[in-house]
């Protein structure tokens, strides 16, 4: 079988604290788009997958799956890959919640949504929040480490949102970013209520105002290269750009797809990996 992996923006996020854990507190706004990985799912004595990553997420999504079910088939996953690998897009991530869903069906499991979600945080910090906007094509709010996720709100007013990712050509590790990035001194919940409020009533202004990223500054000193795409990106003409994630790609929604397009062409002439996409509706 095959199916899509949507990647993801995060809309806000939001670095709460420390954990005893070493991790991260966050709350984030995560919006899954239409940029997606295509994965092939096919029956097979083991679990496979051809990326030749070790650590492969979508390989311990299955094996996780399979440990919880009793099942004894293994799968080989053929992925055809769109999102830029460790840019902010959650395209490990990604891969890994298309798995547990597409499997969930081949497999002829039935396990309720809540399930795979709870699966998910088995497997990696984004994992639940991308099988939840995958399945239910709507933004999700996302805390903890990532664990807990809920739909942002079910009453969207926007058809799909217009957006241009912009990614520098450069890596930064996710461990750096966090290191000795500042958190927040109030726990301000404004944030997210302004966006799901905007998001709720169609205000695209209001959105666009709302969206932040706790890491930006923190991943900018790291990495130069993420403030040029940032500066590149307003040079075109995109009055709000934001990173996703730890970076490295840049973002801005645009009023509509032709700006959209327009922005993407001016950036791939100056040599920036860029794509123009959209969030997913229902
Ligand atoms: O989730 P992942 O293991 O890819 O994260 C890589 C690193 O980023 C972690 O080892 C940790 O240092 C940092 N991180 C964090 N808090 C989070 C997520 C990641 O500190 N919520």
Redesign the pocket.
């Known amino acids: 079988m095959k199916i899509e992996a949507n990647a993801k923006i995060n809309l806000s996020l939001e670095v709460l604290g420390i954990r005893p854990d070493?991790?991260?507190e966050?709350r984030s706004v995560v919006a899954p788009i239409a940029l997606t990985d295509t994965l092939e799912l096919t029956d097979a004595a083991d679990i496979t997958s051809d990326t030749g990553f070790a650590d492969d997420l979508t390989v311990k999504a299955a094996r996780v799956l399979a440990r919880h079910c009793g099942v004894k088939r293994g799968v080989s996953i053929r992925i055809e890959k769109r999102i830029p690998v460790g840019a902010g897009l959650g395209g490990g991530s990604a891969d890994a919640a298309a798995v547990l869903r597409g499997l969930n069906m081949l497999w002829g499991l039935g396990l309720p949504l809540d399930a795979l979600v709870a699966l998910g945080a088995e497997v990696?910090?984004d994992v639940p929040a991308l099988v939840l906007g995958q399945e239910t094509r709507q933004p999700v709010l996302m805390e903890g480490?990532?664990e807990r996720v809920a739909l942002l709100d079910k009453n969207a007013a926007f058809a799909a949102l217009p957006l241009v990712l912009v990614n520098p050509n450069v890596f930064v590790s996710?461990?750096k970013v966090?290191d000795n990035c500042l958190f927040r001194v109030t726990n301000d919940p404004k944030i997210v209520y302004n966006i799901q409020q905007s998001w709720k009533l169609g205000q695209f202004e209001a959105l666009r105002e709302a969206c932040q990223n706790d890491l930006e500054k923190n991943a900018m000193s790291l990495e130069p290269d993420i403030r040029k795409a940032c500066e590149a990106l307003e040079a075109a003409g995109a009055p709000k750009v934001h990173m996703t994630g730890s970076g490295a790609t840049v973002w801005a929604l645009a009023e509509d797809s032709a700006v959209a397009q327009r922005w993407a062409a001016d950036l791939a002439q100056a040599g920036f990996w860029v794509c123009a996409t959209n969030t997913i509706v229902r």
């Open positions: 070493g991790y991260h966050l990696g910090s480490r990532g996710t461990k966090f």
